[in-house]
């Protein structure tokens, strides 16, 4: 017998579902800071054995009150996932507070498939507060599991795993087994990109910018070695904005080409060469023709 399915991971912005992702699946399939709204995109991590697949996805945090354009497709990524899943994680964590009638709530009950309540962050936990909350979260919604995980440490990550396999249903093979993601090289060279622009850069500037991999042409050095040359281009939403990112003299943007380049090598396990360009573009979250672009 072969199991396959698809597991979505929901909640709201910075509780660890990147980081639960990369825990499940072992791979560092979305990007991880410690800033809300890092992953916009809806990302798949593809685990497959000889007897199963199972296909993770990680969305996007659901924002309460959207902003621009750009957040209501980061919704409407979250909103697929209610109706694609066989199994549903619902990741929380003690900080957080639901109000009763939250529309979240009301969706999590009409789920049908087996249901998740992933509490994280439980090393920063109390055991008295965790007890209230698991009693809180099970009184509004009838979960199938709870699981109390520090994804960051690994903490119950490895049972959590085996509660997905045993829920998940017969099925065929989906992607082939040697694939990790749907998405291409170049999706995930443009998130690095972004990464460390929410690493470097402070206040509104990482949230106005996006990352675009203009071209990714694989040659040689002159020693015979492997070398990727990428060019890329951060798009801003202000004039002032471009100038930050490229900083006094260009240090700014040298540092930031600096930081990508390297991991950009370690993803790739080859030498690159690193180009990156700025480019002012007013109000591109409320741009749809460019949001369809970028993959919204």
């Known amino acids: 017998m ?10 709201r912005p910075n509780v660890g579902k990147s980081t639960l992702m990369n ?34 996805s990680d969305t996007p945090g659901i924002i309460k009150d959207p ?61 008295e507060t965790l007890k209230r909350l698991i009693e ?42 040697d694939q990790l993601t749907d998405k291409p090289e170049r999706f995930f060279i443009s998130e690095i990109i972004r990464e460390k622009i929410l690493l470097l850069y402070k206040q509104e500037v990482p949230y106005s910018c996006e990352v675009v991999v203009d071209s990714f042409k694989e040659t040689q050095t002159n020693k015979g070695e492997d070398l990727v040359r990428i060019s890329a281009l951060i798009y801003v939403a202000r004039k002032t904005q471009k100038a930050i990112i490229i900083g006094k003299g260009g240090t700014a943007i040298k540092k930031l080409g600096t930081e990508a380049r390297k991991s950009i090598e370690t993803f790739l396990e080859k030498k690159v060469f690193l180009e990156i360009h700025v480019k002012y573009k007013e109000n591109w979250r409320d741009d749809e023709r460019l949001l369809k672009h970028f993959g919204y």
């Open 2 to 11: 072969h199991k396959s399915g698809f597991v979505n991971i929901i909640g």
């Open 23 to 56: 825990a499940l699946v072992g791979e560092r399939m979305s990007i991880i800071t410690n800033k809300p709204q890092t992953t916009r995109h809806r990302i798949i991590g593809i685990v497959s054995e000889e007897d199963y697949q199972i296909v993770f």
């Open 136 to 177: 809180l979260w099970n009184n509004r919604v009838p979960f199938t599991e709870t699981i109390p995980i520090s994804a960051l440490h690994k903490t119950n990550t490895e049972k959590l795993f085996q509660l997905i396999l045993d829920s998940m249903p017969e099925g065929p093979v989906y992607y082939p087994k």
């Open 67 to 127: 902003s621009y354009k750009m957040h209501e497709a980061m919704n409407r990524f979250v909103n697929t996932t209610f109706e694609d899943a066989d199994v549903m994680l619902f990741v929380t964590e003690a900080t957080e507070n639901y109000e009763d009638n939250d529309p979240v709530i009301f969706k999590l009950n009409k789920i049908k498939v087996p249901l998740f309540l992933v509490i994280n962050k439980i090393d920063k936990t109390e055991p």
